[in-house]
C-alpha cells in the first residue's frame, strides 16, 4: 500500500511563491507516475501537472504552464510542484496522486492519494 503525505500549502500573496512537496512510502517509487491535482471550493477536482516514473516526461495544464514545475526526486521518494507568479484562481486543495509507470492527467485512473493540503492565494 503506497502512502502519500502532502505538505506546504499555505496562504500566500497573489504574484507569490510555493513549493509543494509529496512525500511516499510502502511502494516502489521508481515505478510510480505522480501527479498534482487541485479542487476548489465547489468545483470538481482538476489536473495541474504530472510526472513520468523517471522524471523525462512532464505535462500541465493549460492554466499554469509556464508558472508551476513538477519534478521529483527519486532517493527522497518525494515528488514536488514549485508554483510561482500565484493567482487567486489558483485556491484550492492540492492533491497528489500516484499510478504505476504511464503517466496521466485523468484523475480517475491514479490508484492512490493524499490527504490533500491547502493552498490560499490572496489579492
Known amino acids: 500500500q503506497v502512502q502519500l503525505v502532502e505538505s506546504g500549502g499555505e496562504l500566500v500573496q497573489a504574484g507569490g511563491s510555493l513549493r509543494l512537496s509529496c512525500a511516499t512510502s510502502g511502494g516502489t517509487f521508481s515505478t510510480y507516475a505522480m501527479g498534482w491535482f487541485r479542487q476548489a471550493p465547489g468545483k470538481e477536482r482538476e489536473f495541474v501537472a504530472a510526472?513520468?516514473?523517471?522524471?523525462?516526461?512532464?505535462i500541465y495544464a493549460d492554466s499554469v504552464k509556464g508558472r508551476f514545475t513538477i519534478s521529483r526526486d527519486n532517493t527522497k521518494n518525494t515528488v514536488y510542484l514549485q508554483m510561482d507568479s500565484l493567482k487567486p484562481e489558483d485556491t484550492a486543495v492540492y492533491y497528489c496522486a500516484a499510478r504505476r509507470i504511464s503517466i496521466s492527467t485523468r484523475s480517475y485512473e491514479y490508484i492512490y492519494w493524499g490527504q490533500g493540503t491547502q493552498v490560499t492565494v490572496s489579492s
Open positions: 510526472i513520468s516514473y523517471s522524471g523525462a516526461t512532464t
